[in-house]
């Protein structure tokens, strides 16, 4: 099974959020229809900036924490080196 750490963004260079799944599309589906968290919902936080795959869940959990503990400026340039104009990645994916 492959889990996602992915980062979504409310605009480019806007409110970002973190977090980990076994099931993007159903995931990305959830944030997109204000059921996957309350944050998402309340900051618009629906384009997914980034996104990276493990096969083992403790190193996807450990690097979903990671990623949290970096300050804002390290997550943003982790998202602009694959995806420089913060396009919209779920548009990309073949699931």
């Known amino acids: ?3 996602h750490v992915y980062m979504l963004a409310s ?3 806007g409110t970002l959020y973190i977090g ?3 099931d993007i599309a159903r995931r990305m589906e959830e944030h997109r229809t ?3 968290s309350a944050f998402v919902k309340q900051y618009g936080v ?4 980034y996104l990276e795959a493990h096969e083992d869940v403790r190193i996807a959990l450990q690097r979903e924490k990671t990623l949290k503990d970096w300050n804002r400026q390290w997550k ?3 998202i602009e080196r694959g995806n ?3 396009d919209d990645l779920f548009d990309r994916l073949n699931v």
């Open 1 to 3: 099974m492959t889990y």
């Open 11 to 13: 605009k480019p260079g």
């Open 20 to 22: 980990v799944t076994n």
């Open 34 to 36: 204000g059921q996957g």
């Open 46 to 49: 629906t384009r997914l900036v």
């Open 76 to 78: 943003i340039d982790l």
């Open 84 to 86: 420089p104009d913060w």
